[in-house]
């Protein structure tokens, strides 16, 4: 069975302007986690760092900044190609399980790490500990990407702050950009038990909660016309259900926020989301 998709990450050089960003795109942005490093006896110690999440039931998408020195972050040779959507952590039962499960088929995957953060939510607030390991970047290019065990899942996927005024309800779909989407899509297949299959201009995955789209060059501008790409590998973007497309439509809209409109679907160009394309679509 093919693993979840738990969250994935937007970087910035600056938090407060992604969080005011995301707020204007409609966005219900949750109050800011500190995270905290933790010892062997389970003690805490702030690393320094905080992020904000938009929660989508059982996912959510990060938002985070690297805004000190870049030199030695763990996401310092990501952010020197370009700032948007860097990191896709997928949702682990036991963290040390699937590492050690990866490493027999031949994985460098480190060992599990443990840390958390501090969540003050208006009706949860407490400490939600988590393990993680990343999947090293021989082995995945394409992005940041981990696996995470939730201890303390309850004080993360909050569901009083799923409701996004733009109407946006499920998080469906990623999106990246490849030079060889069926490469992308069988590296990914490979640490996810995830299903590859082709589609048109590319290669689908599949989490247990969602998909990630592999595209090649041609098909991402004849999807997204006029986006400017970066280059390849890109982490382009996220796809969300709306509960009312023609509702979220107005409020971009009323909002004097540019949103293409295609067959079924919105979509909003990164210059105007801190470097991700949005797709809104129909739940």
């Known amino acids: 069975m093919s693993l979840s998709l738990d969250h994935i990450g937007l970087v910035g050089p600056h938090l407060a302007a992604l969080e005011a960003t995301y707020a204007r795109l409609g966005f219900r942005v949750a109050p800011r986690c500190e995270l905290l490093s933790v010892d062997a006896q389970g003690g805490t110690t702030p690393m320094g760092q905080s992020n904000s999440h938009l929660i989508f039931g059982d996912t959510y998408v990060e938002l985070t900044a690297v805004e000190g020195e870049i030199a030695g972050h763990h996401l310092e040779r990501a952010v020197s190609r370009y700032w948007g959507l860097h990191i896709i952590v997928m949702r682990s039962a036991d963290a040390e399980a699937d ?63 799923n409701t996004h005024p733009n109407g946006a309800r499920d998080l469906r779909a990623i999106t990246l950009l490849s030079d060889d989407p069926a490469r992308t899509a069988g590296r990914f297949a490979g640490v996810s038990r ?79 989301t801190g470097g991700a394309i949005i797709e809104f679509v129909r739940a």
């Open 99 to 161: 590492q050690q499960a990866l490493a027999r088929a031949g994985s460098l995957a480190p060992d599990v790490a443990r840390a958390a953060r501090h969540v003050a939510y208006p009706d949860a607030s407490g400490t939600a500990r988590f393990k993680w390991f990343r999947i090293p970047e021989a082995e995945f290019p394409d992005a940041f990407l981990c696996m995470v065990q939730h201890l303390d899942a309850g004080l993360v996927f909050n569901a009083a702050l």
């Open 194 to 272: 995830a299903r590859a299959a082709e589609m048109p201009g590319g290669w689908a995955g599949s989490f247990a909660n969602a998909r990630l789209l592999a595209l090649g060059p041609e098909e991402m501008a004849a999807r997204y016309p006029g986006v400017a790409l970066p280059g390849s590998p890109w982490f382009a973007g996220f796809t969300v259900a709306s509960d009312d497309l023609e509702a979220t439509a107005a409020y971009f809209a009323a909002s004097g926020i540019p949103a293409r409109r295609e067959a079924g679907r919105l979509w909003l160009d990164p210059a105007e």
